[in-house]
């Protein structure tokens, strides 16, 4: 589970497509409302509300009420334990690559 928000993990969030484009859409303005942003997807407003309650839950959106329009924005903050996952990650695979190299090229000699 995420340290930010224990109801939804991020990366459970973050593994469906259509929630990765919300996020994108998200981080490309500074505010969005509900019908903006369901107006950049093939499914109805229940469909994206229910995907940016997930991404609510996991502490990656935020909402708020202008009106009787609600608007999101992204909260990137969680995303630090995904960047943080990936970054192990790609250590593990720079140091393997190296050593890889290192062999080959002791092969050659």
Known sequence: MSENNPLRDVFDAIADPT???LIQLLAEAEELPLH????QFS???TAVSKHLT???EAGLVLDRKVGRETRF???AA???????W???YSRFWSINMLRLQRLLEEEEE
């Open 73 to 75: 924005r992204l909260n």
């Open 54 to 56: 997930i991404l609510k």
């Open 19 to 21: 929630r990765r484009r």
């Open 86 to 88: 990936v970054a192990f």
């Open 36 to 39: 903006e942003l369901t107006s």
């Open 78 to 84: 969680p995303l630090k334990e995904v960047q943080d």
């Open 43 to 45: 499914m109805g407003r």
